[in-house]
């Protein structure tokens, strides 16, 4: 075979090796726009008891706004002002398959009352979950297990197990109470719920990425109805026309938050109604669009589908079309070059500015997971074969860009050390123009001999060599990172344990920006204040990514360890949303306390060490065939073959 580039490579590949399905014309649903999710859950002069009168009654209503026909996933629906769902008298509420294309579009389940027994537990708003909501929310106490308060940072069983269980158990607690419900049926967790603070902010909201951890510890416990209600709706809310100074963002984009709002119904003083509100960004701060939530979304689908065994959600034909929205807007041709996607600063966990605009590892980390999920969950039909190819073509080009171009370890830093600049021709090796004077000096003391990890962005002559730990740990997960990469990334976190554990795991990145780099690259932002925050800030909600990775390498002691490192303070110190200074020893200064993704992560990282082979609900192990892609275009690179004449290739 001639020396082949990869870009020809990629062709030939995407042409021939990699699975097919088959194309669809995705403009179907794109039309309908919803601007309000409504659902009336209280009628004064109806005297019978709420659950009853509501739980009966759940339903989605399009009649009402849809003007261009019903909404099934296939239908043209015009833009409509709102789309309600009216708790009606409806006699049985049932979920839609595929094949149910009726006016109405349930969600739930038979009726089951408020309160339904999951696994022997009530996960309905019940009497005593309101008075424990009510409880945990005034006590300030620390640890609250069933309605014992504990003294500030004390906790009363002496022995570890005991100890232990008090926490998981006074998790469990606060993370039921963190249940948000719409139309009586569970939807998601708050954000947070932290009876101290003044200033809510957006806190109340369900946001989509905070949720994925409560998701997955539903699932773990066999609590599959929150997760279900959670993935239908936020799909409706996929659809709505948001606006920013008249402008709309591509369709197919999910929302960063929502808010269950409880309003007035018209025309009927005695009745109120619940609608959903969701937030694209219009509301944020900096006002930017949360890439991360569809992608987020459809690795929850996966992960759903996976431990409940119901792959009806996923194969509903609404279901089918929001995933292929998604794949469309990430999968859109633009300027680029590169095949990692481009983005804002803020467009992940991250959403304020911290100088990641650009291609952010995070981002990337969780396209390839998406991409890889929804491949594993679009139904083969000649109507996606376009899409599958575009997909394939970006999975391979895709890792191979990361691997290559964002993998820093000693020996790479040596290399960029020595490199060439102004090198123009296609057999470069210093592709992107870095010049070597880039290379921090924080970074030349910190590399250990052993390990390695993938670098925050690249852009044209410049790499931001700062270390994001969900973006390193998500790589490994989706296999984004090869095998020895993964193994790297871990012995690197080892090796520096004191700087991206400490007393509290896990750093969001190391290091800070500080100084005037702080000024220009944060705007002198108050709240991202180095060790702070974003800023070098930790968070214990990473616990539960760090475990996952840690289980798919079959690590899983290197995430124990950072579990009891929890685990000694973060009951006591009320579950803060994330702790300041170098080590993580202050709770941090605008942290929330009882915030729910600390919570959750902390419960998935217990299931998934108790029950690690659970962890493959959201691991994507390597594909034989990007690997054998990737070895290709590996030895078609320039950077190995410096010196040979590049010879041209003719797919
Ligand atoms: C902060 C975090 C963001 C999170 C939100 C709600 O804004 O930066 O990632 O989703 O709080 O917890």
């Not at 026309?241 to 007035?264: I, N, W, Y």
């Not at 962005?457 to 990469?485: C, E, K």
């Not at 054998?628 to 320039?638: K, L, T």
Request: hydrophobic share 40%; charged share 20%; proline share 5%.
């Amino acid at each position: 075979m001639a020396m082949a580039t990869s870009e020809a490579i990629l062709r030939v590949l995407s042409g021939s090796l990699l699975p097919r399905l088959h194309h669809s014309d995705l403009s179907s649903k794109n039309s309908n726009s919803l601007h309000a999710i409504k659902a009336n859950v209280n009628n004064t002069s109806d005297k019978r008891p709420v659950s009853m009168r509501l739980l009966k009654s759940c339903r989605r209503v399009y009649a009402l706004q849809c003007r261009g026909g019903v909404f099934d996933g296939k239908t043209d629906v015009s833009r409509v002002e709102s789309i309600g769902c009216k708790c009606q008298k409806a006699e049985s509420v049932s979920g839609v398959t595929a094949e149910d294309h009726n006016e109405t579009w349930f969600i739930g389940r038979e009726a089951s009352g408020p309160s339904v027994p999951v696994n022997g537990t009530s996960i309905g708003p019940s009497t005593e979950e309101f008075e424990m909501g009510e409880q945990l929310k005034h006590e300030n106490g620390g640890l609250v297990t069933n309605g014992e308060p504990a003294a500030t940072g004390t906790i009363k069983d002496t022995s570890d197990t005991g100890r232990v269980n008090l926490i998981e158990d006074e998790a469990w607690n606060l993370l039921r109470a963190s249940i948000v419900y719409y139309c009586n049926n569970p939807i998601g967790t708050i954000a947070a719920n932290d009876p101290s603070s003044s200033s809510i902010l957006n806190y109340d909201q369900v946001f989509i990425r905070d949720f994925i951890p409560s998701g997955i510890a539903f699932l773990l416990k066999g609590e599959y109805d929150i997760v279900r209600n959670f993935i239908l709706y936020t799909l409706q809310l996929q659809s709505w026309e948001k606006t920013m100074d008249c402008h709309s963002p591509g369709q197919g984009l999910m929302p960063a938050s929502f808010k269950v709002r409880t309003v007035p119904l018209d025309g009927d003083d005695s009745a109120t109604e619940d609608v959903l509100d969701p937030d694209f960004g219009e509301a944020a701060i900096g006002r930017v669009a949360p890439v991360d939530s569809g992608l987020w979304w459809i690795i929850l689908l996966r992960a759903y589908g996976k431990c409940s065994g119901d792959l009806s959600v996923q194969e509903r034909v609404d279901v089918q079309t929001g995933i292929k929205m998604i794949l469309k807007l990430c999968l859109a041709d633009g300027f680029d070059m590169f095949p990692t996607l481009l983005v804002t600063d803020g467009s992940c966990m991250i959403d304020r500015r911290m100088g990641i605009h650009g291609h952010p590892l995070e981002i990337q980390a969780l396209f390839y997971s998406a991409l890889l999920c929804a491949r594993e969950m679009l139904a083969p039909e000649d109507a996606s074969a376009d899409l599958i190819r575009a997909l394939n073509n970006r999975l391979v080009a895709l890792s191979f860009h990361i691997r290559e171009y964002y993998w820093i370890d000693m020996r790479k830093l040596n290399e960029i050390y020595r490199y060439q600049t102004e090198e123009y021709s296609f057999d470069a090796v210093n592709k992107f123009n870095i010049y070597p004077d880039q290379i921090p000096s924080w970074l030349v003391e910190f590399m250990p001999s052993k390990g390695g990890y993938l670098i925050g962005n690249l852009q044209p002559a410049h790499m931001d060599f700062r270390i994001f730990s969900l973006g390193n740990l998500w790589s490994i997960v989706s296999s984004l990172a090869t095998p020895d990469q993964s193994h790297a990334i871990l012995d690197l976190i080892e090796a520096k344990w004191a700087q991206l554990v400490a007393d509290m795991p896990l750093k969001i990145c190391y290091p800070a920006l500080e100084g005037q780099e702080w000024r220009i690259i944060t705007g002198s932002d108050p709240k991202n204040t180095p060790w702070s925050y974003h800023n070098g800030g930790s968070w214990p909600t990473l616990l539960w990514q760090l475990t996952v990775a840690c289980i798919k390498m079959d690590r899983p002691e290197i995430a124990l360890k950072a579990v009891e490192v929890a685990e000694r303070r973060i009951s006591g110190d009320k579950w803060p949303e994330y702790y300041d200074t170098k080590r993580g020893k202050f709770i941090g200064k605008q942290a929330r306390l009882y915030q729910t993704w600390s919570i959750a992560g902390y419960l998935v990282s217990k299931l998934l060490l108790a029950n690690p082979s659970a962890a493959k609900i959201l691991v994507n192990e390597e594909d034989s065939e990007l690997a054998n892609a990737f070895s290709f275009m590996i030895s078609g690179n320039p950077r190995r073959k410096r010196g040979q004449k590049r010879r041209s290739f003719i797919v």
